[in-house]
């Protein structure tokens, strides 16, 4: 099972390559962008695309994460406490005998 997780996550990160290589293809007309006073050189149009692309999933993890670290931390805090409701009854079982 997790040779097929490890493929099926292969053939995604191929077909995106292939998609980005595709994208850049199809805009090749070379633009300039303004950045605030600041030219940038002239780069196709398709890799602006895939920059834009990239710095916006980019921006979506890192604002995602702090939410991320506060949910493993419940988790983590809510397995231990099972853990000793769990062990509770065996030490209170063995206590009785």
Same mark, same amino acid.
């Given at each position: 099972?997790?040779?097929?997780?490890?493929?099926?996550?292969?053939? %995604?990160?191929?077909?995106? /390559?292939?998609?980005? %290589?595709?994208?850049?293809?199809?805009?090749?007309?070379? /633009?300039? /962008?303004? $950045?605030?006073?600041?030219?940038? &050189?002239?780069?196709? =149009? &398709?890799?602006?695309?895939?920059?834009?692309? $990239?710095?916006?999933?980019?921006?979506? %993890?890192?604002?995602?994460?702090?939410?991320?670290? =506060?949910?493993?931390? =419940?988790?983590?805090?809510?397995? @231990? @406490?099972? %853990?000793?409701?769990?062990?509770?009854?065996?030490?209170?079982?063995?206590?009785?005998?």
């Amino acid at each position: 099972m997790a040779l097929l997780k490890k493929l099926f996550f292969l053939l %995604i990160g191929l077909a995106a /390559i292939l998609l980005g %290589i595709g994208l850049v293809l199809t805009n090749p007309d070379a /633009i300039t /962008i303004d $950045f605030f006073g600041y030219e940038s &050189g002239p780069l196709p =149009r &398709g890799l602006w695309l895939l920059a834009a692309l $990239f710095t916006g999933c980019l921006t979506g %993890i890192l604002a995602s994460l702090p939410m991320l670290l =506060r949910l493993r931390r =419940r988790v983590h805090v809510l397995n @231990q @406490q099972l %853990i000793k409701l769990r062990v509770a009854p065996a030490r209170a079982k063995n206590k009785t005998e």
